[in-house]
């Protein structure tokens, strides 16, 4: 029995990173990646400043950066199908 790996998130066709999410779980992580940037706009900007804010944008940048190494395809440059 083969057991196919589901990735979260697909790699792109061309270039290199991941596409869309092809699963809920993927969804999900993008969903609330969105959330997080949009609610330290809002909370952030107005008391802490853009220094923090864009700190904070580091910081859940690199979070979905490794959930996308973790759950998504191997990232190599592609070229398109063959």
Known sequence: MSVEKIYWFPA??????????????GWLVLFVFLLLVVA???????????????????????????????KGEPPRWRWGSR
């Open 40 to 70: 330290g706009a809002v909370v952030l900007l107005p008391t802490q400043g853009q220094l923090i804010f864009n700190l904070y944008l580091g910081i859940i940048c690199a979070a979905l950066i490794a959930v996308c190494l973790l």
């Open 12 to 25: 792109k066709r061309y270039g290199w990173g991941w596409g869309i999410p092809n699963v809920w779980q």
